[in-house]
């Protein structure tokens, strides 16, 4: 008897070996990748057979751009037939360019037709993208998916928030897309104005480009503030739209039937059993101009690949991207990633904003914890709370300091809460 995820592993194998558009097609045009797959038996017999095939790490892929400017070997066509460039925000060093084809792209828009579809948005709903538009592949591609499946897409950058809010009020939108932390600021904003946007016609909000949406204290936070059902997405320039979180809460699932996703250990390469965490290794199967094949992320998942109650075949990762391998801090023999430490600190209630250093001292790791508390509330009753939390739960020692009303940065975009001193 074959199951659904019998038929996905089918259908998986049969794109990887499409003689026009797979591995075979790279093999012939696509330099960068050649040299990979050459050693390989074409088409594949099974999906088993990729594990012969090299891991692509992203510092290959800039090397390869630094090497080869400006757009490095990993075009399977002549540069003329591309048609879109995006970048990598390069917030770990240097960009990466990303190219796309009108083909490739078109998969790229599918992939978040598949995320509204999982959404429910339909052609009825109107979709709100509180983002610049700038060469960061972020919400571009949602934008135009929004168009793709019916519904009215709302532009949304290059305004103050108070002119957003309005904006938003003025277009009746139903859907929002933005960054975790831009969603609670305009829940902010929002409240200083006097409006309540529980009450506003917003139903769903996407949120991505940051951890955030996977973390519940602050998911209970955008969806009190919203009064709409918040979703965690998860993405990147170099590989694409890979996951949209379950409609039961199970996790985020990967959409494997535009993806082939693996889960190895941590800084090696054997596959992690079911249950476990580790990083994800992404091929993307319809990017075929500038692929993505066993391509490390970087994203700390947990492997479940049982039946979900929502009846998905694809796997799924519960509580999302856990945290990125270079932000891993061993404690006592356990990794502990940012996310954890956010998602305590985001428990209070009564923390406005914060910023967290993180150093090694003596051999042990201590954190720096820097809050704004809310007006009327005990700041030393808030920093105790805080730090017996972080000690019991995660074993971190830290020391916290309150600090002036305002005086933090406030985020819209990528936020930039923690600093890791190695
Ligand atoms: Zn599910």
Not at 111 to 126: F, L
Not at 166 to 184: H, I, M, Q, R
Not at 296 to 325: A, E, I, N
Not at 366 to 392: F, H, K, N, W, Y
Request: charged residues 20%.
């Amino acid at each position: 008897m074959t199951t659904n995820r019998d038929n996905l592993r089918q259908h998986q194998l049969e794109r990887l070996n499409a003689p026009e558009s797979g591995l075979a097609l790279l093999r012939q045009q696509n330099a960068f990748y050649r040299q990979k797959i050459d050693g390989l038996t074409l088409p594949l017999l099974s999906l088993d057979a990729m594990s012969a095939l090299p891991f692509t790490l992203k510092s290959e892929l800039v090397d390869d751009q630094t090497n080869n400017p400006p757009y490095g070997t990993n075009l399977t066509y002549e540069p003329s037939a591309y048609t879109r460039l995006h970048a990598t925000s390069g917030t770990t060093g240097r960009r990466l360019k990303c190219l796309d084809t009108a083909d490739s792209w078109a998969w790229f828009t599918y992939c978040w037709q598949e995320i509204y579809r999982a959404m429910g948005v339909t052609s009825e709903d109107r979709v709100f993208a509180a983002f610049g538009f700038g060469p960061f592949v972020g919400f571009w591609a949602g934008f135009e998916a929004a168009q793709q499946i019916g519904a009215l897409a709302i532009p949304a950058g290059a305004q103050s928030s108070e002119q957003r809010l309005d904006w938003l009020l003025e277009t009746d939108a139903t859907v929002l897309l933005s960054t975790p932390t831009y969603a609670l600021r305009l829940i902010q904003v929002a409240r200083e104005k006097g409006i309540d946007l529980a009450a506003s016609s917003i139903r769903n909000t996407l949120c991505a480009g940051e951890p955030g949406a996977n973390i519940p204290a602050i998911r209970e936070r955008l969806e009190t503030g919203w009064g709409a059902r918040c979703w965690d997405h998860a993405g990147m320039s170099e590989a694409g739209p890979w996951g949209y979180q379950c409609p039961e809460d199970e996790g985020l699932h990967v959409i494997e039937s535009e993806f082939y996703a693996e889960v190895v250990g941590v800084g090696g390469n054997t596959p992690v059993g079911e249950g476990e965490s580790g990083e994800l290794v992404l091929s993307n199967l319809g990017r075929w101009a500038q692929p993505a094949i066993r391509y490390r992320t970087g994203d700390v998942v947990r492997l479940k690949s049982t039946p979900c109650s929502c009846g998905s075949p694809f796997v799924r990762f519960p509580g999302g991207v856990l945290g990125r391998v270079d932000d891993m801090i061993p404690i006592r023999g356990v990794n502990v990633y940012p996310s954890a430490v956010e998602a305590i600190i985001r428990e209070n209630s009564n923390v406005v904003e914060f910023q967290v250093d993180i150093r090694q001292e003596r051999q042990m790791w201590a954190m720096q914890v820097e809050i704004e508390v809310a007006p009327g509330t005990s700041e030393a009753e808030v920093r105790a709370a805080i730090s017996d939390a972080l000690s019991i739960r995660l074993g971190i020692r830290s020391a916290i300091r309150s600090m002036p009303a305002g005086s933090l940065p406030r985020y819209e975009l990528k936020a930039r809460r923690f600093r890791i001193h190695r």
